[in-house]
């Protein structure tokens, strides 16, 4: 008997479980009311990460106490794919922490691409202060990845 009343096609809540030739039916009360209310639930988690309560933001890695935009990308993928540089945004905010970011995103950059996490930096977070290249609030990193 389980959910179905006597005759094997009406469930309890009324609706018809089963379909003339004995099949079950998705055509139900009870199955489209279920819907109704997951539908109900996905809009109210969209409207709430919408408004902005739940940023990616808050993700962030932090560099010296600051988030900071930066981005590896290689020099010439066809001639010397292990090359690359690393733009660093919003230097002024903190030089030791985009010194940081720039570690990050090259060592980010060699472990996908090569899988390794050697970087032979030419001009990096180690280089003196005087001899990074620093222009409009943004600076440069250039390595070579190590292959293993």
Same mark, same amino acid.
């Given at each position: 008997m389980?959910l179905?009343?006597?005759?094997g096609?009406h469930?309890?809540?009324?609706?018809?479980l089963?379909?003339?030739?004995?099949?079950?039916?998705? &055509?139900?009360r009870?199955?489209w009311?279920?819907r109704?209310?997951?539908a109900?639930a996905?809009?109210?988690? %969209?409207i709430v990460?919408a408004?902005?309560?739940? %940023?990616p933001s808050?993700?962030?890695?932090?560099?010296?106490?600051k988030?900071?935009?930066?981005? @590896?990308?290689?020099?010439?993928?066809?001639k010397a794919p292990?090359?690359?540089?690393v733009?660093?945004?919003?230097?002024?905010?903190s030089?030791?922490g &985009?010194?940081e @970011?720039?570690r990050?995103?090259?060592?980010?950059?060699?472990? &996908? &691409?090569f899988? %390794?996490?050697k970087?032979d930096w030419?001009?990096?977070?180690?280089?003196?202060?005087?001899?990074?290249r620093i @222009?409009d609030?943004?600076?440069?990193? @250039?390595?070579t990845?190590?292959?293993?």
């Amino acid at each position: 008997m389980g959910l179905h009343g006597p005759d094997g096609r009406h469930g309890i809540g009324g609706g018809n479980l089963m379909n003339k030739k004995g099949i079950p039916s998705l &055509a139900g009360r009870n199955f489209w009311k279920g819907r109704a209310a997951l539908a109900g639930a996905l809009g109210v988690l %969209t409207i709430v990460t919408a408004c902005g309560l739940v %940023t990616p933001s808050d993700d962030r890695i932090l560099f010296d106490g600051k988030p900071f935009r930066a981005k @590896a990308k290689a020099v010439d993928k066809k001639k010397a794919p292990t090359d690359f540089t690393v733009v660093v945004n919003g230097v002024s905010a903190s030089l030791d922490g &985009a010194r940081e @970011a720039g570690r990050y995103e090259g060592t980010k950059f060699c472990i &996908a &691409a090569f899988g %390794t996490s050697k970087i032979d930096w030419k001009v990096g977070p180690e280089t003196e202060p005087q001899n990074l290249r620093i @222009a409009d609030d943004k600076m440069t990193f @250039a390595g070579t990845c190590q292959r293993p």
